[in-house]
């Protein structure tokens, strides 16, 4: 069994019991953004501290809009909502293949997307691992500035 590195295994130790089957954005001020379309996180009926709770994707990105960094930690699904969204993505690459059922689309393949460097790298539990940090180059044909 693959076990994440340490600074992400404590990071989710933290957060781990309060996420609902969905995931949130943790923005550079303030409280996190929980993105959920759970029925038993009903914002007007529920309070998670430290969350403003949301209930979409694009309710995240207005909600979000005036924020300089904001980071999406998964799920898949939130994942696969929110890159189109995103400039900048912060990717950790592992040596092995745990068994999974959810996958992060590979940016290497991705010609809107560049490699621009390597965080950090280890080694931990058997397994190396590389953070690693990619830029968005193009979107809708447009070069980003």
Not at 22 to 27: E, G
Not at 107 to 136: A, S
Request: charged share 25%; with cysteine; hydrophobic share 35%.
């Amino acid at each position: 069994m693959w076990t994440e590195p340490s600074p992400m295994q404590a990071m989710r130790e933290a957060i781990l019991p309060h996420l609902p089957p969905k995931a949130f954005l943790k923005r550079d001020r303030g409280e996190g953004l929980l993105v959920t379309n759970a029925p038993v996180f009903d914002p007007g009926l529920c309070e998670i501290p430290g969350f403003i709770l949301c209930d979409s994707a694009e309710k995240a990105v207005e909600m979000t809009k005036n924020d300089e960094n904001v980071f999406v930690i998964g799920g898949g699904s939130i994942y696969r909502q929110m890159l189109p969204y995103c400039e900048t993505a912060y990717i950790t690459k592992l040596s092995a293949q745990p068994e999974s059922d959810t996958f992060f689309p590979n940016l290497d393949e991705d010609p809107e997307w560049v490699l621009t460097g390597t965080l950090q790298g280890g080694e931990e539990n058997g397994i190396t691992y590389e953070m690693c940090r990619y830029e968005r180059i193009s979107k809708d044909g447009c070069e980003l500035q």
